[in-house]
């Protein structure tokens, strides 16, 4: 069970994880999330669990999680700033607290997929809405698998990994958790100055680590397939792709997948 008050004495932010709200089981950290925004709670809170049955990811997928091994959570944020440089900075910030915590140095998968040597170890689901004041509110969900394994699960061990199976010990959740939320407040402090500065800064850093670009990537959009070599993002980290005739798409979102022959460009 997650140590709440190991994870408290840690806790270095003013405002992020400062207002906790912890279930053992829930079904979805951000719907209970979106159910708090509702019921006007502050900034910054965190919610948090051990597990989640119906854990979502990107695309509608189902988020799989080990119970009592993983950091599933969710943050009510009000962001100044165009919510797609959150989506940024929580990327950066989860690999900041790797490096921080574990020493270990990870990727980008577009837009938000950490991976540690092409595996998956962590996901972002950024939900936005509106709460009783009109105001914008995203709801930032982060999974990150911490202490399980996946080799004993031959679906998901290819394309999966966790920090344990990274760098060969247990990693204190309670610890990373910590580390995850002050990187995170850092960059979110930047953005809430309004500036164009603090916003590329991010980008930058996002872009810097992303693994996508100079791949050959195949995208799928509901019904729609686009196919050709990631050459690059914009501000507002859309991803362009050069396709076989020498068009250029624009991609804002879909599921992406990397591992394609060069011989279909």
């Given amino acids: 069970m997650f140590d ?71 943050l009510i944020m009000r962001p100044a700033y165009p919510p797609q440089f959150l989506m940024m900075a929580t990327a950066v910030a989860v690999i900041a607290a790797l490096r921080v915590v574990a020493s270990i140095t990870a990727t980008i998968k577009w837009p938000n997929d950490i991976l540690i040597a092409e595996r998956k170890v962590a996901g972002i689901l950024l939900e936005t809405g509106y709460d009783a004041r009109n105001q914008l509110c995203a709801i930032v969900g982060v999974g990150i698998n911490v202490n399980g394994t996946f080799r004993e699960n031959p679906e998901l061990a290819p394309s999966s990994t966790t920090v344990l ?78 396709q076989p005739n020498g068009e250029v798409a624009c991609i804002t979102w879909g599921d992406i997948i990397t591992d394609v022959p060069q011989t279909l460009v």
């Fill in 4 to 74: 709440l008050n190991a994870f408290q004495q840690q806790l270095t932010t003013g405002f992020l994880g400062r207002n906790i709200v912890y279930r053992p089981v829930i079904a979805s950290t951000n719907t209970l999330a979106r159910e708090l925004v509702e019921q006007d709670a502050a900034t910054g809170t965190l919610v948090l669990t051990d597990e989640q049955p119906q854990g979502r990811g990107r695309v509608g997928r189902t988020w799989y999680c080990q119970p009592g091994r993983d950091i599933l959570m969710s």
């Fill in 165 to 242: 199976e990274a760098v060969g010990h247990p990693v204190s959740r309670e610890q990373l958790l910590a580390a995850f939320l002050a990187e995170l407040e850092k960059r979110s402090i930047e953005l809430d100055t309004g500036t164009t500065a603090a916003q590329y800064a991010v980008q930058r850093e996002w872009r810097q680590s992303l693994s996508t670009i100079g791949r050959v990537v195949r995208v799928q959009q509901s019904t729609r397939t686009i196919q050709g070599i990631a050459i690059e993002t914009n501000r507002d980290g859309w991803l362009s792709i050069q």
